[in-house]
């Protein structure tokens, strides 16, 4: 019991660090102070898309009602609850955004050689721009309060610097390792206290900026494709992230809990290194000498991405019927200007709601909502091949509504994840 109010207290203290912090400028392109290296701030500080499509589902909710490999990621307190062994081996997610738009272009009668180049133009809006395209693949396990993931996500993000300018496209990867552990600290009858502690370690690197006329150049040929997937001989940012997540789980009567998680914390302390080359930047950023060489850097607040999350859920488990209900606050510790001026705004952009509803063995349903956007999904659990679907809606303004992009995510995964 003193180990839990000891973390929560902990927990409590380390988010009074935060002031208001306007985030206006994420996804900004950035000059370092020696003025030749670049970097996206709001790119660089986004996190790899570690957790599942069930998760997106749901609303971005889990703080509470996470489960396998998802818990290390949304709160490691919540792995003491996985004791039954369970693995995916492996899970394939690939997301496409916006979705809607790709469909009406794709509906327009032109010829092939211009698709590409009209997608591309309708799809990026000025200003900050979501992930056009999104892969990843992992394999982990998690039993008895253990948990490892291994991961590599890959994303295609776009950029405008101006109204005036025109769209840069890049691709972008971050793969790495995640490990956490749980323990009960005080269990009863009726009431029981979880608390853990997860660690990664990511390496991160995209590539200098495309234009899409650059793009469509390069792809007119079919042996360019690999140049624009994989620029090895493009300028290059590369760096590490290793983000620590703490929580701890309140559980009465195995329906009701209350969370509370501070997740991603010291991701990126020593910001992102400007290589001449993705070849050589992976390679010499592993040596101080590689660091010598490099012109410059971005760098990035050693808790600029640190999140303080709380929530409260229902899970009766009843025998017949077993609902999942989870509302939560995310990222508290971050707000913007517009946000302080409106609790309207502010309630709707950190607000996340998820319903999970069991109509059969094998089909599951999910209904979320996150900073005021809606977002749908279906499980067919056909055992042990799983199949995730899910349409939702992101935001990447300030605040609700300001700048909503949807989005269509499909994983498959062969694993052994009895989350009922």
């Given at each position: 019991m003193k180990k839990g109010i000891i973390i929560f207290l902990l927990i409590a203290s380390l988010s009074s660090v935060f002031a208001s912090d306007d985030l206006s400028s994420k996804g900004n392109m950035q000059k370092s102070s020696s003025g030749n290296a670049w970097g996206v701030k709001g790119i660089t500080n986004v996190m790899p898309n570690t957790t599942s499509n069930r998760i997106a589902a749901l609303g971005g909710t889990g703080t509470v009602l996470s489960t396998g490999l998802d818990s290390l990621y949304l709160n490691p307190a919540n792995l003491a609850k996985q004791q039954k062994f369970f693995i995916e081996v492996p899970s394939l997610n690939i997301s496409i955004s916006p979705f809607a738009k790709l469909l009406k272009v794709l509906k327009k009668d032109m010829k092939a050689s211009d698709i590409l180049s009209v997608a591309l133009n309708d799809l990026?809006?000025?200003?900050?721009?979501?992930?056009?395209?999104?892969?990843?693949?992992?394999?982990?396990?998690?039993?008895?309060?253990?948990?490892?993931?291994?991961?590599?996500?890959?994303?295609?993000?776009?950029?405008?610097?101006?109204?005036a300018g025109s769209a840069q496209i890049f691709p972008m990867v971050t793969a790495?390792?995640?490990?956490?552990?749980?323990?009960?600290?005080?269990?009863?009858?009726?009431?029981?206290?979880?608390?853990?502690?997860?660690?990664?370690?990511?390496?991160?690197?995209?590539?200098?900026?495309?234009?899409?006329?650059?793009?469509?150049?390069?792809?007119?040929?079919?042996?360019?494709?690999?140049?624009?997937?994989?620029?090895?001989?493009?300028?290059?940012?590369?760096?590490?992230?290793?983000p620590i997540s703490v929580g701890m789980t309140y559980t009465f009567a195995d329906?009701?809990?209350?969370?509370?998680?501070?997740?991603?914390?010291?991701?990126?302390?020593?910001?992102?290194?400007?290589?001449?080359?993705?070849?050589?930047?992976?390679?010499?950023?592993?040596?101080?000498?590689?660091r010598k060489k490099s012109d410059g850097k971005t760098s990035i607040g050693a808790l600029d991405t640190a999140s303080l999350d709380v929530g409260v859920a229902w899970n009766p488990k009843w025998k017949w019927f077993n609902p999942r209900v989870e509302f939560d606050l995310y990222d508290l510790t971050h707000y913007t200007e517009e946000q302080t001026k409106s609790f309207k705004y502010f309630f709707g952009a950190h607000m996340r709601l998820g319903i999970e509803l069991f109509v059969a063995e094998f089909l599951g349903l999910r209904f979320g909502v996150n900073g005021g956007r809606l977002s749908f999904g279906a499980r067919l659990d056909l055992w042990p091949i799983v199949i995730d679907l899910t349409y939702g809606w992101r935001e990447w303004g300030e605040y609700a509504g300001d700048s909503p992009k949807d989005f269509l995510s499909l994983t498959v995964k062969i694993g052994w994840d009895r989350t009922k």
């Open positions: 990026i809006t000025k200003g900050n721009n979501p992930v056009l395209l999104n892969a990843d693949v992992g394999v982990g396990f998690a039993v008895k309060g253990f948990g490892f993931n291994v991961f590599a996500d890959v994303g295609l993000f776009a950029y405008t610097p101006d109204l790495g390792a995640s490990v956490g552990y749980a323990h009960s600290v005080f269990k009863t009858k009726y009431h029981r206290i979880d608390v853990g502690l997860s660690f990664s370690f990511m390496v991160r690197a995209y590539s200098d900026p495309y234009t899409i006329d650059e793009i469509t150049s390069a792809l007119s040929s079919s042996e360019n494709i690999t140049d624009i997937l994989i620029p090895l001989n493009r300028g290059a940012m590369v760096g590490f992230m290793h329906q009701l809990s209350a969370s509370v998680a501070f997740n991603n914390i010291w991701p990126s302390q020593g910001g992102m290194l400007h290589f001449a080359t993705l070849t050589s930047g992976i390679s010499d950023i592993w040596s101080s000498g590689g």
